[in-house]
């Protein structure tokens, strides 16, 4: 099954809004009234669509998927997968091509100290029901914020499920000092991630565009907002934090969860430090923690990108004049701001996050990747990826000690990781 994401057209209206009247059954209307409502100033609204020989009357869309309790998305949809191709691609000749996936992207914004800022909301997400599983919504959201990014906006916000979105590089919107936009959203739910453009400053309350509340697609209600509180049982401080890996699983939940682990115990090894800190050395080796940063930064970059597709690094690194040195990361690093060093490798870290999500889904751990001309596996990747992990988080617990002392296996219960 293949698949092309394109942005929506006026023609595609009835089919999105029949797609999202199955997806969403008894709230169904209500959602298209919400569609209805924004699409006069939306920002992007990008289709997935399947090339077909002509349709029979009424298959243009079909029952989606069931979005749970506090979300405006599909939880149970795999990460991407598919034939991706650029915004705007037709259908082939002499197809007719189906909608079987929409998302939607509408201008809010933070009511920071400072000032109003422009962010996103990613709302409504509807994918039909046979394409569940596939990664057509994954996909869809991938999209979406990419085109987010080429608009420049510091961040994109959505009321979703964590176990899926979290997948896909979203965090809870507490992480950077963002309130939902009322009461009614479950903390847990109000998820978003950050571009390049956001700044610490920018924290303070979401708010939704007039759209949201005139068709009361705000958060729940009771009695399933009272339902949804009451079955919550996850408390930050749990027995099993969000870095331990999982006890019993698959093979890529086992090596993925082992990845994480270093990942977050290396980030709170590295955590809130200043540059003359970031910038401390250890006997006689020049290797710093600034220097891990950026390096770790850049190979989540190679790795999840030239290395399994063949995707170029792009930026940030295009701009930063990489003289092509192997040890360039490392003495580039001293030089730049702490800001700069925590938000490239925090920002590789999702991406890489949501490159592996989508190639698990679309192939699993035996499918060949694009460096070694088709020779190495996925999984081959991931090891690499630990292996790297697991050399320089050791240099970190040795670099953080002599800094102030910091030692530990892993992070304490109450931090928060920034991804």
């Known amino acids: 099954m293949s698949w092309l994401v394109r942005a929506a057209q006026d023609g595609d209206d009835p089919h999105i809004d029949a797609l999202h009247r199955a997806a969403f059954e008894a709230e169904g209307p209500q959602i298209v009234a919400l569609l209805d409502a924004l699409r006069p100033a939306r920002r992007a609204s990008l289709v997935a669509v399947t090339a077909t020989s002509p349709a029979a009357p009424g298959t243009d869309a079909s029952a989606g998927t069931e979005a749970p309790a506090g979300t405006k998305a599909p939880a149970g949809t795999k990460a991407p997968a598919g034939t991706k191709a650029p915004a705007g691609t037709k259908a082939l000749a002499g197809a007719t091509e189906r909608v079987i996936g929409h998302v939607h992207l509408s201008r809010a914004w933070v009511d920071a100290r400072p ?68 009461t009614r959203v479950p903390a847990a739910a109000a998820q978003m991630v950050v571009t390049g453009a956001w700044e610490t400053w920018m924290a303070g309350r979401l708010v939704y565009p007039e759209a949201f509340w005139a068709t009361d697609t705000v958060g729940l209600r009771d009695p399933l907002l009272a339902e949804f509180e009451a079955s919550s049982v996850a408390p930050v401080s749990g027995p099993d934090p969000i870095w331990e890996p999982p006890l019993a699983g698959t093979e890529a939940q086992a090596l993925l969860g082992a990845l994480d682990r270093l990942r977050y115990t290396f980030r709170w090894k590295a955590d809130g430090l200043d540059a003359p800190a970031l910038a401390t050395t250890v006997g006689a080796s020049t290797m710093t923690l600034a220097g891990l940063l950026k390096h770790l930064a850049a190979v989540e970059d190679f790795t999840t990108g030239w290395k399994l597709s063949g995707e170029p690094l792009g930026e940030p690194w295009s701009g930063w004049g990489w003289d092509g040195s192997t040890d360039w990361d490392f003495t580039s690093a001293t030089g730049d701001a702490p800001e700069l060093l925590y938000s490239t490798y925090d920002d590789a870290v999702r991406r890489g996050r949501a490159r592996l999500a989508a190639a698990l889904a679309n192939g699993g751990l035996e499918q060949r990747v694009h460096v070694g001309d088709g020779a190495a596996t996925l999984r081959r990747l991931v090891c690499d990826l630990i292996e790297e992990y697991g050399r320089h988080t050791g240099h970190a617990d040795l670099l953080r000690e002599a800094v102030d002392g910091r030692v530990g296996e892993d992070p304490p219960p109450d931090w928060s990781p920034p991804f």
């Open 115 to 182: 000032a109003l800022v422009e962010v996103l909301v990613l709302a409504p997400l509807a994918v039909a029901a046979e394409h569940r599983l596939l990664g057509v919504g994954a996909e869809l959201v991938a999209a979406a914020l990419e085109q987010a990014r080429s608009l420049g906006v510091p961040a994109v916000f959505l009321e979703g499920d964590p176990g899926y979105y979290g997948r896909l590089g979203f965090v809870a919107a507490a992480t950077h000092g963002v309130d939902p936009p009322s």
